[in-house]
């Protein structure tokens, strides 16, 4: 059902948000700032976005009554995290304005509909074998081995996958997951990891980011750098293209961040997609003119897309909970602030703290991005602020 007549939605408005995490209370930022109210539907009473937004509803992504109410609220409505419900956003878009559409969210949520999508749009991914049966899982080809099985559905951060060297481990990992849908994946000579941002337009207008290399640690984004001489031209050129490609073959609305791996040879084969903004993109609200959210909101109210412009290079490095915890101290089970007052002492220092009361191992904190008017003066304050927080050495390319 199409709600084109209602666009562009203008400030005075009330956009709505599924999700109360992080990304959601920096799109409820970016709205607040142009002159939006926002509604926020959550379960957690305390949710980071809940706790900043004009409105929030405190129900399940798939309660009927909490979801008419922000109907009634919000004159659209978006997504923070892939996991809502893709029914729930169906039901939703009878009455106001939805995007990302649920058709986008569900093959999101599962990685065997995900591959076929990137291979639908000619964008290779490593060679694959969809796991849904025993006799899928004995009819895996020898040349998939090692590889990475991965759970279909509801893996993130590196939740839901383990290497596996033989067939017999292949077998024993199946089962470990409850024999539910899995992707095996072949491992490849990886060069680096990096991420395409693009905002995509009702209109099919289509702005982008420029790729940012990321360095995760333990299956969690720890540093992105973004600035010139992150990757080779080719291989940023490359990913843009077929980040673009994805975009175009949903329809998509929104904006979608695409994660790749460079390999050895110099080739990027797709990994998976995120519809929403994405962690490796939280360098742009201080180093690009029109921030991810900015364009979140831009793409959900039927707004004009403005190229984002990077004005400066940028490293961002996650905190997670483990810095609350000093180092070597296991057994310390109450946190200690971290030295905020030294690193923000350090010049280009920008601390984003997601308003999550109990700090946990693990769990994403906040972040840290790291701008100025130099690469080499960034990467030295990097190195800096990482050094006081006791996180590991920040570099993550090979690049003069």
């Not at 080809?141 to 481990?169: C, F, M, N, S, W």
Request: include cysteine; charged fraction near 15%; aromatic fraction near 4%.
């Amino acid at each position: 059902m199409s709600h084109n007549n209602d666009l562009p939605i203008l400030p005075g408005a009330t956009l709505g948000v599924l999700g109360g995490g992080q990304l959601g209370r920096m799109f409820a930022h970016a709205a607040q700032r142009m002159g939006y109210f926002t509604a926020v539907l959550d379960p957690d009473a305390d949710s980071p976005a809940g706790r900043v937004s004009h409105n929030h509803i405190h129900t399940d992504y798939a309660d009927i009554d909490g979801l008419a109410r922000l109907a009634g609220l919000a004159d659209a409505v978006t997504t923070e995290f892939e996991n809502v419900p893709a029914p729930s956003l169906e039901h939703l878009a009878v009455a106001r304005p939805v995007s990302p559409g649920a058709s986008a969210i569900a093959i999101a949520q599962d990685r065997i509909a995900e591959k076929s999508h990137f291979t639908r749009c000619g964008v290779p991914c490593a060679p694959y074998a969809a796991i849904e049966t025993a006799a899928q899982l004995a009819a895996v080809e020898d040349h998939l081995l090692p590889g990475i099985l991965k759970t279909a559905r509801l893996g993130y951060d590196g939740k839901g996958q383990q290497r596996v060297g033989t067939r017999a481990e292949l077998v024993d990992a199946w089962q470990a997951t409850g024999c539910v849908p899995c992707v095996l994946e072949k491992l490849l000579p990886l060069e680096f990891e990096c991420s395409v941002i693009l905002a995509r337009g009702r209109d099919g207008q289509l702005v982008h980011f420029p790729p940012q290399r990321n360095l995760h640690r333990d299956g969690i984004l720890a540093v992105t750098e973004v600035h010139p001489l992150n990757m080779p031209k080719t291989v940023a050129q490359g990913a843009i293209n077929s980040a673009k490609s994805i975009a175009n073959g949903l329809n998509y609305v929104g904006v979608l961040c695409v994660e790749f791996f460079a390999l050895a040879d110099g080739s990027l084969v797709v990994n998976e997609m995120a519809p929403r903004p994405h962690n490796s993109g939280h360098y742009t609200m201080e180093a690009c003119d029109v921030s991810q959210f900015e364009l979140q909101v831009r793409t959900l109210a039927g707004l004009p897309l403005a190229a984002p412009r990077q004005h400066s290079p940028a490293i961002m490095l996650n905190l997670l909970g483990d810095l609350w915890f000093p180092a070597g101290d296991d057994k310390a089970d109450k946190p200690v602030s971290p030295p905020w007052v030294e690193v923000l002492a350090l010049p280009g220092v920008h601390l984003h703290l997601y308003g999550k009361m109990e700090p946990r191992r693990g769990r994403k904190m906040g972040h840290l991005t790291l701008t100025g008017a130099t690469l080499e003066g960034v990467r030295a304050t990097a190195t800096q602020a990482a050094l006081l927080l006791g996180l590991p050495a920040v570099s993550v390319t090979g690049l003069p």
